[in-house]
């Protein structure tokens, strides 16, 4: 648990980014996948995938 933490950890500015310009979740994979950013276990992402890490970050708000 620890690792997928800190991969969407990582990932959270991208995410937030993406998110600020309103980009719809299915958007959100579409640009995550043609920019070649791996999912988790180096493959393509899902809607998913990507709900899973956004539910995550949720858990887990920025301290900063």
Known sequence: ???AQAFAES???V???LQAQGYSQRRIV???NKNGV??????QWSL??????L???QAQP???
């Open 48 to 53: 998913v995938q990507l709900q899973n890490v």
């Open 62 to 64: 920025t301290t900063a």
């Open 55 to 57: 539910k995550r970050l």
């Open 1 to 3: 648990r620890r690792g």
């Open 30 to 32: 579409e640009q995550l």
């Open 38 to 43: 791996k999912a988790r276990h180096g493959g």
């Open 15 to 17: 995410l937030n980014g």
């Open 11 to 13: 990932l959270r500015p």
